[in-house]
C-alpha cells in the first residue's frame, strides 16, 4: 500500500478523517506511523496529498489531510479482455489499474466458461476491492471505468469500432509485432487462455482491429496482457 486511499464522505469540513480499517492496520503495524508523522494520501476520484496523524490507537488513526497534487495522468487505453478465470480476473484487474488502464471491458467469447460470469469475483464490490488495490500500488486515486460485454457478435459490431481510433488484437498466430511506446488513443483486445476461435479473430479484424503478437510463444493472459501494456508504453 503506497498511498492511503480515503473517499470523500469519509473526510470531514476540516480535513480530518478517521481510519478503523486495514487502511489503520497498515499504518500502525506495517508502517509503524506515530503520531505528528506525515503519510500518503489520495482522495478517491480526486487528487493525492500529505496526511498527517493527530492520534493511532488500537482501536483507529486519526489524521489531518490535505490534497494538494494532481493524480497520475492515464493513457487513453480501453483493454477488452475475454473474461478470465475468476483467480486470474482479480489479479489482471488489479494489474490493469496499477498500469493506468482508463476503461476495461469484460468479455464473452467462445472458450470463455459461461460459469465465469456467476463468479463473486464479478460483484461490485469485488471490483472496487482489486481497483482500489491496483490504485494503492500505484499511487493513484482514478479509478478505471468496468463494464460487461456478455454477447461477442453485437460487441464487435456495434462498439468495437467506437473504442479507439486504433484497435489491436493479440494473437500469437500472427507475423506483425505489437508496436511499442504508442501515444495516440488505443483499444486492445485479449481472447482467453485457449484463445480465440479462428472466426471471432476474422470479425474482430473484420471491424478495424490489427492482429499483433508479442512472439511466437504462447503466454498466459496475465503474462500477455502486461507484457504488452508495458510494450505499449502505459508506464511512461
Given at each position: 500500500?503506497?498511498?492511503?486511499?480515503?473517499?470523500?464522505?469519509?473526510?470531514?469540513?476540516?480535513?480530518?478523517?478517521?481510519?478503523?480499517?486495514?487502511?489503520?492496520?497498515?499504518?500502525?503495524?506495517?508502517?509503524?506511523?506515530?503520531?505528528?508523522?506525515?503519510?500518503?494520501?489520495?482522495?478517491v476520484?480526486?487528487?493525492?496529498g500529505t496526511?498527517?496523524?493527530?492520534?493511532?490507537?488500537?482501536?483507529?488513526?486519526?489524521l489531518?489531510?490535505?490534497?494538494?497534487?494532481?493524480?497520475?495522468?492515464?493513457?487513453?487505453?480501453?483493454v477488452?479482455?475475454a473474461?478470465p478465470?475468476?483467480p486470474?480476473?482479480?489479479?489482471?484487474?488489479?494489474?490493469?489499474?496499477?498500469?493506468?488502464?482508463?476503461?476495461?471491458?469484460?468479455l464473452?467469447?467462445?472458450?470463455?466458461?459461461?460459469?465465469?460470469?456467476?463468479?463473486?469475483a464479478?460483484?461490485?464490490?469485488?471490483?472496487?476491492?482489486?481497483?482500489?488495490?491496483?490504485?494503492?500500488?500505484?499511487v493513484?486515486?482514478?479509478?478505471?471505468?468496468?463494464?460487461?460485454?456478455?454477447?461477442?457478435?453485437?460487441?464487435?459490431?456495434d462498439?468495437?469500432?467506437?473504442?479507439?481510433?486504433r484497435?489491436?488484437?493479440?494473437?500469437p498466430?500472427?507475423?506483425?509485432?505489437?508496436?511499442?511506446?504508442?501515444?495516440?488513443?488505443?483499444?486492445?483486445?485479449?481472447?482467453?487462455?485457449?484463445?480465440l476461435?479462428?472466426?471471432?479473430?476474422?470479425?474482430?479484424?473484420?471491424?478495424g482491429?490489427?492482429?499483433?503478437?508479442?512472439?511466437?510463444?504462447?503466454?498466459?493472459?496475465?503474462?500477455?496482457?502486461?507484457?504488452?501494456?508495458?510494450?505499449?508504453?502505459?508506464?511512461?
Open positions: 500500500m503506497n498511498v492511503i486511499l480515503i473517499h470523500e464522505h469519509e473526510v470531514a469540513s476540516d480535513g480530518r478523517v478517521r481510519l478503523d480499517d486495514r487502511r489503520a492496520e497498515h499504518l500502525r503495524q506495517v508502517l509503524r506511523k506515530t503520531s505528528g508523522m506525515p503519510v500518503r494520501v489520495g482522495l476520484g480526486g487528487w493525492l496526511g498527517i496523524i493527530e492520534g493511532i490507537a488500537a482501536d483507529g488513526v486519526s489531518r489531510c490535505d490534497f494538494t497534487e494532481p493524480p497520475p495522468p492515464k493513457r487513453a487505453l480501453t477488452v479482455l473474461l478465470r475468476p486470474v480476473l482479480r489479479r489482471l484487474l488489479a494489474q490493469m489499474t496499477s498500469l493506468g488502464v482508463e476503461r476495461i471491458v469484460l464473452q467469447t467462445e472458450r470463455v466458461e459461461k460459469s465465469y460470469w456467476d463468479s463473486p464479478l460483484a461490485t464490490e469485488s471490483i472496487a476491492e482489486q481497483l482500489q488495490l491496483g490504485l494503492e500500488q500505484a493513484d486515486t482514478m479509478l478505471p471505468q468496468v463494464e460487461f460485454a456478455r454477447r461477442f457478435g453485437r460487441f464487435v459490431q462498439e468495437l469500432p467506437g473504442l479507439a481510433p484497435i489491436l488484437v493479440a494473437d498466430r500472427t507475423m506483425k509485432p505489437c508496436p511499442a511506446n504508442v501515444t495516440e488513443p488505443l483499444a486492445v483486445v485479449f481472447g482467453p487462455e485457449g484463445g476461435i479462428p472466426p471471432e479473430l476474422e470479425r474482430l479484424v473484420g471491424a482491429a490489427e492482429a499483433v503478437t508479442l512472439g511466437s510463444r504462447i503466454l498466459r493472459v496475465e503474462t500477455a496482457v502486461v507484457g504488452t501494456l508495458v510494450r505499449l508504453g502505459t508506464c511512461s
